[in-house]
């Protein structure tokens, strides 16, 4: 039987020390063509743009997984879409300002201003995660609301 290297406990404490180190949100639009550098400060090894053999990672901790099979994404509100450092989308808007969303394994998506139900990528397996800004200026992963998820997934 394995036994674990830090209690969940002592685990939780040091994400959340972690987590309050993450720069804060953006002031600006984001250029249209510029990287956006998202540091989540994570203690896995493995993070979404490693590859294992030849394989890319698509997703880590938080993401959820979801089988488009060649289906679209949309924007859930009007808002911009970057890429970051990991090639995945970042979805922001001023709807839910509080918020971020990463969507990875999209091909060609669409970077700069969208509206609502604009298209923004299609694939075979989207990761998704929503980060929730922290009221210290901090980005922490949480759990994305079904909601939002089915307005990514569906066109209004």
Known sequence: ???????????????????SLLPLGCARTPDKNSTLDIKLYQTWELQPGDTIGDRPVLGGL??????????????????????????????????VPAYLFRLCGLDNPQTGEVSQGDTIGKGDLL????????????????????????????KP
């Open 1 to 19: 039987m394995l036994t674990p290297i830090i209690s969940i406990r002592a685990f939780v404490g040091i994400a959340s020390v972690l987590l």
């Open 62 to 95: 938080g993401d959820i997984s979801i089988a488009l099979k060649g289906n679209n994404v949309y924007a859930p509100f009007d808002g911009q879409t970057q890429i970051d450092q990991h090639r995945c989308l970042v979805f922001s808007s001023a709807d």
């Open 127 to 154: 990761q998704f995660a929503a980060l929730r800004k922290q009221p210290n200026g901090t980005w922490a992963i949480v759990e994305p609301a079904k909601a939002i998820l089915e307005r990514t997934l569906k």
